[in-house]
């Protein structure tokens, strides 16, 4: 509902042999601006982002490897595939660089991309940011839950379970649309995803995180959303990677939980636009 007047264009690319769905809106020569979604996500977790960023950016957003309708690969994906395959993308698709918004496993995708590929990432908005360790039990604990709760909805797909582990997204579970939840289950009711959804969940099972002094080595621009009123692990990570990578600013967003660019997309514009336009050639 929130493209069904905006023009944009929806294919596949094949990506080294993973026939990669994307969509793509905005202006032909803007800057570019890729997107990337969250852990078994799909590239509609921006729907409230597209039509916004397409008034000054070439905006890019695709269903990652393994995810969404993306080709699902019979191996386990770690963060380095993840991101091999977000630059492989770009190759194909002939983009050289650009800026990149992630949440959750999609920030983690960008930084580590920062970290071996810093001439393709020109700087970075990060959503309930990964890829930092502050807390081991804590981190264990919660990538337990997401396994839980994530295989529980591939395996037996329905209405509940998929809206029951997507409501744990969003501070206020009423402002999930029906919409979204429908789309996560088509997705969820492929029957390839039931083999899949282990293999979307490898990396968190430990040892794939940027150590400190990564973080510090990091020379891009660094956008860190710290959702303030949900005080969990993923607000301990926002303040502290924008204490350890030397060019990092924190945001701090009220209302929200795991998804601030769909709860509070007004200030999450006001906030990541200016900064992305800064930063963005």
Known sequence: MHLNQVPHQLGWADVNGVKTRYLVIGPQGAPTLLLLHGTAGSLENFCHNYAQYAQNFRVIGLDLLGCGYTDKPKHDYLIPDYAEHVVAFMDALGIASASMVGVSLGSWIGAAIAQTYPER??????????????????????????????????????????????KGLVLNP???????????????????????????????????????????????????????????????????????????????????????????????????????????R
């Open 121 to 166: 990432i020109q700087s970075l908005v990060m959503i309930a940011p990964a890829g930092i360790v502050t807390d081991e039990e804590e981190e264990r604990r919660f990538a337990d839950g997401v396994r839980k709760r994530r295989s529980a909805a591939a395996g037996a797909p329905s209405w509940d379970s998929v809206s029951a582990a997507m």
């Open 174 to 280: 009423e402002t999930l649309a029906d919409e979204l939840v429908a789309v996560r289950l088509a997705i969820y009711l492929q029957p390839s995803m039931k083999d899949a959804m282990p293999r979307l969940l490898a990396f968190s099972l430990g040892g794939q995180a940027l150590t400190h002094e990564q973080w510090q080595s990091l020379q891009l621009p660094i956008q860190v959303i710290a959702a303030v009123d949900a005080p969990n692990m993923f607000l301990g990570n926002a303040y502290a990677i924008a204490k350890a990578a030397p060019r990092a600013e924190l945001v701090e967003l009220k209302g929200c939980d795991h998804w601030a660019q769909y709860e509070q997309p007004e200030a999450f514009h006001q906030a990541s636009e200016p900064f992305l336009l800064e930063h963005t």
